[in-house]
């Protein structure tokens, strides 16, 4: 059946109302409107004098804040002085809230202005821009061109963001999709074009959005180099290599930044049985910070395990931990470094053996056996080259077995050398450290040789010490400052630095603590089961070889 259509009468009406309702509705908001902007104009004084006061007492708050503590008792009693004298005078009440309302009506009287889009050097700065990228975003096969000579640049950039001093900050790119944003060889080139354009001697982070076809360039803020040795809050096992930008980890740290304490990002590098990176090597130029990431290294190591150093510079970088408890020894020399290195391949061995007849016996597993040994040598491109004129054995050499079994024997190694000479380093040490440090200024393509893939920032040329990357295995490119360890019988070392070494270093080793050690009485050793003479000998050569050398 069809539907009938309404009265003429009833819709019309209908019409006619809802006309009159919106014309109702209309004529009320123009009302609403009208009341308020006269209620704003009528209560304009008023507003000015509010805002105005809220800013004298945010500049009041500010410079209380700012008044040292023993000088607040005497300002206090000059305030309430001033105020008992002007309630005194004869209209001195009066008088004070007139001037108090005339400098809030004069201080309230200018608005903050809202900044709505760039001024004219940020337009010239963004064209530019914009014209630098056109021969690399655009192909003549193109009918519509995002980026061509003489056009809009509001297209293809957003979210930009300038600093005081009127350089580009931040910058959201928009490129087409035949762009090769898959070849590194591509990426470098837009990257170093926008690291020119934006001003150089900062640290850019470039984040590619190959799915949506954006690139978001930013400027990283400084990592902080306030961060002196410490007790980090860690477990048996992790090692605070240094700290990094707040995104990067998904854990944080308390630590004493200078006269405060916060949280922050560490670099957690974890070593043991379970590790998958059990080694570290550190690169870097003289003077970048690699000496003070081993004694970092040494005095974290200490707290749970034994350390063994070997300094082929020959400077005392490590003489303050010289016959400190935990400290089997500190070599400077080759003859001695050729012992420690033997002493170290043997007692891996040695551990290797001990758990494994523990095992087949279904005994526990020695706990001598457990306690961390770790091997930090400094240089030994020093050491290589007294050993080829000498006609000596490469002590390189003698690392091919703590490197290949130290994670089942519990032998962590930590080489550092330095750039021009990192070619000397054998194929043992470079193929078993899969954690990488580099520190102190360095090219893209030497970080990324040695770390094996290139930074997403842009390294500066000036960086203080202790600054640089690490990457822990096949994982990400991370920004690192290592926490400041200087030596602390350096002159040139702060107070405050050298207190916060000498804090964390362990006791000194008596003369009977060197001698309970010779007879096994204070080695926590546990002899082997006697199956033959080997495993009941191989616990005291190897205590007896670690006295030797503490007495060397």
Same mark, same amino acid.
């Given at each position: 059946?069809?539907?009938?259509? %309404? ?45 105005? =006061? ?21 300002? =206090? ?6 105020? =008992? ?102 990426? /470098? ?12 001697? *900062? ?11 954006? %690139? ?43 006269? +405060? ?59 303050? =931990? ?16 050729? /012992? ?30 457990? *306690? ?24 390189? #050499?003698? %690392? ?34 899969? /954690? ?58 702060? +107070?405050?630095?050298? #207190?916060?070494? %000498? ?5 000194? #080793? ?43």
């Amino acid at each position: 059946m069809a539907r009938r259509p %309404l009265p003429r009468i009833l819709s019309s009406g209908s019409a006619r109302v809802l006309s009159s309702g919106s014309a109702q509705i209309a004529r009320g908001r123009e009302i609403a409107r009208t009341a308020a902007d006269s209620a704003t104009d009528v209560l304009h004084p008023l507003i000015t004098v509010s805002r105005g =006061l809220r800013k004298l007492a945010a500049t009041a708050k500010a410079k209380w804040a700012a008044t040292p503590k023993e000088r607040r008792g005497p300002t =206090l009693f000059l305030a309430a002085a001033c105020v =008992l004298v002007v309630a005194l005078i004869p209209y001195g009440p009066l008088l004070a809230i007139i001037t108090v309302m005339g400098a809030a009506a004069w201080k309230g009287r200018e608005r903050p202005v809202v900044k709505t889009g760039p001024d004219e050097a940020e337009v010239e700065r963004l064209q530019a821009l914009y014209e630098a990228l056109v021969p690399y975003f655009s192909v003549p096969e193109d009918p519509s061109p995002l980026f061509a000579h003489g056009g809009d640049w509001a297209g293809a950039l957003s979210d930009y963001e300038f600093d005081g001093n009127g350089r580009m900050s931040r910058v959201r790119v928009k490129y087409p999709a035949y762009f090769t944003d898959g070849e590194a060889e591509s990426r /470098a080139r837009i990257e170093q074009l926008l690291h020119a354009k934006s001003g150089r001697g *900062r640290e850019y982070l470039f984040d590619w959005d190959e799915e949506g076809n954006q %690139l978001v360039m930013s400027v990283l803020p400084a990592l902080s180099t306030g961060i002196a040795a410490q007790h980090f809050v860690t477990v048996p096992g992790e090692t605070v290599l240094g700290f990094t930008d707040p995104g990067a980890v998904q854990r944080t740290v308390p630590v004493v930044d200078g006269d +405060e304490t916060r949280d922050a990002p560490p670099v957690v590098w974890r070593t043991g049985p379970r590790s998958t990176e059990p080694h570290l090597l550190v690169v870097g130029q003289p003077g970048s910070g690699t000496t003070s990431l081993l004694r970092s290294i040494a005095l974290q190591a200490l707290q749970h395990g034994d350390v063994l150093i070997i300094e082929g510079s020959g400077t005392g970088e490590y003489a303050c =931990l010289t016959g400190r408890t935990g400290v089997l020894a500190v070599e400077c020399g080759l003859a001695g470094a050729l /012992a420690s290195l033997e002493w170290a391949a043997h007692e891996t061995e040695r551990r290797l053996i001990s758990a494994n007849r523990a095992r087949q016996a279904g005994h526990p597993v020695p706990e001598d056996t457990k *306690r961390p040994l770790w091997i930090l040598l400094d240089r030994p491109s020093v050491f290589a080259h007294l050993a080829a004129a000498d006609g000596r054995t490469d002590p390189q #050499q003698l %690392l091919q077995v703590p490197l290949r079994h130290g994670r089942a024997a519990n032998v962590t190694v930590v080489v550092s050398e330095q750039f021009d000479t990192e070619d000397v380093l054998s194929e043992p040490v470079l193929g078993h450290t899969r /954690a990488r440090v580099v520190l102190g200024p360095a090219a893209p393509e030497e970080i990324e040789h040695v770390l094996g893939a290139a930074p997403h920032t842009t390294p500066t040329p000036d960086v203080p010490p202790g600054r640089g990357y690490a990457r822990l295995g096949t994982g990400p490119v991370l920004r690192l400052q290592v926490p400041a360890t200087p030596d602390p019988y350096d002159d040139a070392t702060s +107070e405050t630095h050298r #207190q916060a070494v %000498l804090d964390l270093l362990p006791e000194r #080793q008596t003369a009977l603590d060197a001698t309970d050690m010779e007879t096994g009485a204070e080695t926590g050793v546990e002899q082997a089961p006697a199956e033959d003479e080997e495993a009941d000998t191989a616990p005291v050569e190897a205590v007896a070889g670690k006295v030797r050398m503490e007495k060397g």
